[in-house]
């Protein structure tokens, strides 16, 4: 389903990032911050504070799509589990907030019309009012939280472009990664039908322009993390 593959990949984003995993900010953090009340936020970045409520979700949203795979919380392990789950949501929340603060800073907006758009184009793919409101509750949204993902998305999104956009992918790298796959099958049944370098040269292309574009991002989300005033109050 592309609407759960879109938000799974909202929440990935920290990891990378790809874009791009699992517990997202309600909070889009724009050009300022809500006032929350003492003792309400989970973590303080750079002045900007991540509430509770979206720590809570986060680990929540966590918890729900290890359950999924099969991952039981339950038994002897259980609180190291829930441990490292809390550590795993407040590591995304700090990153996400740590990058949208950047893409804004670094002149990246999004207006609420392109949320609309972006979030009537993800509700049309469902063929009723139903089926979509069936996907937000089994995910654990709402439309109002949903857009609020959308627009931190595409901020980061867009600073994420402008930030690998000089990554390149040489012939030598493609015909390396080809070489490397077509020796994975060697002397298989699958090496009769494996295709030609020039078939699948632009996937392979692709592939590793995602691989190094995600690394580049990675080093930047860990030297702004350096540089960044980080308080976690749980």
């Known amino acids: 389903m592309i609407l759960k593959k879109k938000i799974i990949g909202v929440l990935m984003l920290a990891a990378m990032v790809s874009i791009f995993a699992i517990g997202c900010s309600q909070e889009s953090a724009p050009e300022g911050n809500e006032n ?4 309400e936020a989970a973590a303080i970045v750079n002045g900007e504070e991540i509430s509770k409520e979206d720590f809570d979700y986060t680990v ?5 799509n290890y359950e999924q ?22 590591d995304i929340l700090v ?16 207006t609420d019309e392109e949320v609309e758009e972006e979030f009537e184009s993800l509700k049309g793919q469902f063929s ?14 709402t439309e109002e939280r949903l857009k609020k993902m959308l627009k931190t998305e595409m901020h980061i999104e867009r600073f994420f472009n402008e930030a690998t956009e000089n990554v390149e992918v040489s012939e ?10 077509f020796e994975e099958i060697q002397g298989t049944e699958a090496e009769e039908d494996f295709p030609s370098y020039e078939e699948i040269k632009n996937d392979l292309e692709f592939e590793i322009m995602q691989e190094k574009q995600n690394a580049e ?15 976690i109050l749980l």
Do not use: P
């Open 69 to 90: 795979q099969g991952l039981s919380l339950e038994g002897e392990q259980e609180e190291a589990v829930l441990e490292g789950i809390r550590e795993e949501a407040i």
């Open 95 to 110: 990153e996400e907030r740590i990058l949208l603060q950047e893409a804004i800073k670094n002149g990246h907006s999004v």
């Open 60 to 64: 929540q949203r966590i918890s729900m």
């Open 217 to 231: 991002f990675r080093t930047i989300i860990e030297t702004l993390k350096a540089d960044s005033e980080i308080n």
């Open 172 to 181: 030598a790298e493609s015909k390396e990664a080809y070489d490397r796959y």
């Open 128 to 141: 009723s009012q139903e089926d979509f409101e069936e996907i937000l509750e089994m995910n654990l949204l």
């Open 36 to 39: 929350v009340e003492a003792g």
